[in-house]
């Protein structure tokens, strides 16, 4: 049972921004959001994760509301090669409460950039 | 180069034998985990283990087996008891799991087929 909600599928124009949502209203204090995305029949990819504030990395922007019930990750310019599925999770920092730092991958969202 | 390998890529196995999934990692990390995705689907936990001649359950652990002789391998046995073994398995490490911060790195998958 996966604790997030993202929208199944979304298009993007090869260059533009792509903007993917996540709602996790049930958030507990000490859980991070990560984000990775699984290219087609491959090993997922991490992407970036947060805790309150926003992060950046040469991946991506992670956008976090101040009620922590949300978050956008946002690909500022988006290639063909981003075409995936982007999976939002939350995990509990300390993995002594969580198995010993199990992902629960729900469904995601499946990317596709067009040219 | 390192990483995770897995092998093979794809496999077939006629119903009612055992079979057993290689993961191998020269990343010298602590923790190994081994996932299943159905079509569609996002990744469920199967075994997990946190550090040599130790492992735990997931969600999804009837009809596996794993052993983790060696830090760098984990092994994974998929035997007949388990009802739909077709799947897409993943294996993944990660650095441990004692730290706030835990990246997962997935190998690149073994499609198994069961006749």
């Known amino acids: 049972d996966a604790k997030t909600t993202q929208p199944p599928s979304m298009d993007c124009a090869e260059g533009r921004a792509a903007n993917l949502p996540c709602n996790h209203s049930?958030?507990?204090?000490?859980?991070?959001v990560y984000w990775y995305r699984q290219i087609h029949s491959q090993g997922p990819q991490y992407i970036i994760h947060g805790l309150k504030n926003n992060e950046t990395n040469e991946m991506a922007s992670l956008i976090i509301t101040e009620d922590r019930k949300s978050s956008t990750l946002i690909l500022p310019h988006a290639t063909l090669r981003d075409t995936a599925v982007y999976y939002c999770?939350?995990?509990?920092?300390?993995?002594?409460?969580?198995?010993?730092?199990?992902?629960?991958f729900g469904q995601g969202t499946e990317l596709s950039v067009k040219p | 180069d390192g990483g995770i390998t897995q092998s093979p890529k794809y496999l077939f196995r006629k119903e009612g034998q055992n079979v057993t999934l290689s993961c191998e990692q020269n990343l010298n990390h602590d923790a190994m985990y081994w996932y299943r995705q159905d079509p569609g689907q996002g990744l469920r936990l199967i075994y997990y283990?946190?550090?040599?001649?130790?492992?735990q359950k997931g969600d999804i652990a009837e009809g596996y087996s794993v052993s983790r002789e060696k830090k760098e391998s984990f092994p994974l046995t998929v035997t007949s008891a388990q009802k739909n073994p077709t799947a897409f398995y993943l294996c993944?490490?990660?650095?441990?799991?004692?730290?706030?911060?835990?990246?997962?790195?997935f190998g690149p998958g073994t499609r198994l087929t069961v006749l």
């Open positions: 993944a490490s990660s650095i441990d799991v004692s730290g706030d911060y835990n990246e997962q790195f």
């Open positions: 049930t958030i507990s204090g000490n859980e991070y």
């Open positions: 999770i939350v995990r509990v920092g300390n993995p002594i409460y969580n198995q010993g730092g199990k992902l629960i």
């Open positions: 283990s946190q550090i040599v001649n130790d492992f």
